[in-house]
């Protein structure tokens, strides 16, 4: 309370004040969010939604590239072409990293002509 008055910012519901109630300070609030900023958060977020779902090698960490041949080794540990000859087992697997869209095209087939 200053000169007679209750101190809004140190004070909570029905005029307790947070250090009375043993709470911490609330943050403070801020203006409204800034569309740009809202934008930044948002794609941050997607990218590294993407990121976690990509393939990565096991040795370097580097994305391996379309085209490019990724070997899996046992407990799904997968190498790219680079690190490859680091591994002295053989993989259980090698295969050609496709893009995202890989088996989603249409493609146009021509009719034989009658």
């Known amino acids: 309370m200053v000169n007679g008055h209750i101190n809004a910012a140190s004070t909570g519901p029905r005029g307790r004040s947070d250090a009375a109630r043993g709470e911490a300070a ?3 609030r801020s203006a409204a ?3 740009q900023d809202l934008e930044r958060a948002l794609l941050r977020k997607s990218v590294g939604v993407l990121a976690d ?3 990565q090698c096991a040795d370097c960490g580097r994305t391996p590239l379309i085209g490019e041949t990724v070997h899996l080794y046992a407990r799904g540990t997968s190498v790219c072409e680079l690190c490859r000859p680091l591994r002295r087992g053989e993989p259980e697997l090698s295969e050609r990293v496709r893009h995202s869209e890989a088996g989603l095209t249409v493609r146009v087939r021509r009719l034989p002509r009658a």
């Open 26 to 28: 609330a943050m403070p």
């Open 33 to 35: 969010i800034d569309e």
């Open 53 to 55: 779902a990509r393939p």
